[in-house]
């Protein structure tokens, strides 16, 4: 059984009646609703493309955040690297430079006259303070004159002289400047 409630049947009939519109009024009005049909169709098509670059941009910078964490690790490895192959060079140039050390203290071993010899030999920076021992006081100066001129060396100078009543001699100390 189908119930009808002819009162409420009746207002909309009325309502319908007053909604009879004019023939020139149709196809402004019909404009305007397929006009409102567009534009609500375009800002419901502009939502989802806007919510879907939301979505994009969320994506990329969490991307952007894990390459950010990424290179932070990446640049302190290549300051440990950079920091590393600095300590390999200053491990190869001490390497070197004992090479280069041991070749001039044996030129200036080799350049001592033969009555003449080397007791000790003290490093401070750019100078050599060589003590040792002489038969007699001409042997220092021939010492001296010849580590004048030995490569590698700008200054010899005699820094003392003394007898050494007890071995026959003179001990002497020469300051020897090395060239840069």
């Known amino acids: 059984m189908t119930r009808v409630n002819y009162l409420h049947a009746h207002a909309w009939d009325t309502l319908a009646g007053h909604l009879q ?56 490895l290549a300051a440990d690297v950079a920091r590393l192959r600095a300590l390999d060079r200053q491990i190869d140039d001490l390497a070197a430079s004992g090479a ?26 750019h100078e050599l303070a060589l003590e040792g021992r002489g038969t007699r006081l001409a042997v220092v100066g021939a010492t001296l004159a010849t580590l004048r001129h030995t490569p590698g060396y700008r200054a010899a100078r005699l820094v003392a002289v003394r007898h050494d009543a007890l071995h026959a001699g003179f001990l002497y100390t020469i300051a020897l400047e090395t060239a840069p």
């Open 21 to 76: 519109l004019a023939a020139h009024a149709r196809a402004p009005l019909g404009a305007l609703a397929a006009a409102l049909l567009v534009v609500a169709t375009t800002a419901f098509i502009e939502d989802v493309h806007f919510a879907a670059t939301q979505r994009a941009q969320a994506a990329a910078h969490a991307r952007l955040d894990a390459l950010v964490a990424t290179l932070a690790r990446t640049r302190a």
């Open 100 to 125: 280069r050390t041991a070749g001039r203290l044996a030129l200036l071993g080799d350049r001592v006259p033969a009555d003449a010899w080397l007791t000790t030999i003290h490093v401070a920076g």
